[in-house]
Structures are given as C-alpha cells and as structure tokens.
C-alpha cells in the first residue's frame, strides 16, 4: 500500500512538472517590430489594387460608400517601390463609411517573404481611415513564426496621389507571439 503511494505520488509529481515546462516554454512572449512600406497601385500595366464591386450607379457618396477593393500589394523595405521586397499585403477591404470621412474596413494578410520570417503571416483587421495622420488596426492572429500572434498595426499614409489613388503607406507592426 505504501508503495503505491509513493509511485503515484512521484508519477504526479513528474506529470506536475512536464505540464509547468510545457506552460513555462509556451509562456515566453515575444515583441517584434516590422516596420516596411505598403504600395497600393490601381494604375498601370500591373495594379496591384482592383475594385471588384461597388454601389449602384445612383449613388453619389463622396466616400466611395460600397466600393470593395482586393489586393495583393507589395510591401518593400523603404518608400521607393523599387527597394527590397519584404513581403506582400493579400486580402479585401470595402468602403463602408456612408458619409463623413472615408473609411475602409480593412482585412488582410501579410504574407512575408524574408529571412527568420519567410513563410509567416500577420492577419490584420480594423477601420482604416486614409486620411487621418495615423490609423490603428488589430493584429488579430498568424502562422509560422507568428502563431499565437496579438497586436497592433500603424498606418500612416507616406504619398497618395490623388489622381490615380495609388498609394503608399507607412507601417509599424508591433506583434506578441511565442
């Protein structure tokens, strides 16, 4: 009898500490910052933004109220279009602000394509209104290096040019994860 005690006793205590290595190993978060530039075209021989739908004819928002655009941008290290490729925002976001300012309901992932982080995604969701200074959207989950992933994302537009909506947008991702 006492031995059984003691052998369950030592089986619930080595049980007790695989589940608190286990807890302690998953436990260790970590802050990451990306920082890259998002470039939005609709123009040219290879736009990168295309508007899939939109409201009917009849309406006359100055919001774009119903327009729904789906990306696949590219998101390079530096403003020029030309620097290095670090990744690419995939995803949709629509126009549903009625009237006011515009504001696009932003779903995306950010697929990245370098070092540490080549095959890991972010997907961010929120309100981004492009002509306020600054826009912040939730980091809502990822994969790869980014399982588990929480966090925010800031927007700030660089250049936009109002002519053909091209657009180029600052960002600053700041992301927890295991």
Partial sequence: MTKSILTTTLLLLLLLLL????????????????????HDIFTGPYPTAVQVAS??????????????????????????????????????????????????????NLVLLEGKYNGSTLVVVGMNKPFSRVREMAVVGGTGEFRFARGYAEAKTYRLENATKNANVEYNVFVLHH
């Fill in 55 to 108: 409201a009917p004819s009849t309406n006359t928002s100055k919001t774009f109220f119903g327009a729904i655009m789906v990306i696949d941008d590219p998101l390079t290290e530096r403003p020029d279009p030309t620097s290095r490729l670090v990744g690419r925002a995939q995803g949709t976001y629509a126009s549903t602000s009625s009237g006011g300012a515009i504001g696009f309901s932003m779903m995306m």
């Fill in 19 to 38: 589940f608190q290595t286990e807890a302690s190993r998953l436990g260790r978060e970590k802050l990451t910052n990306l920082h890259f530039y998002l």
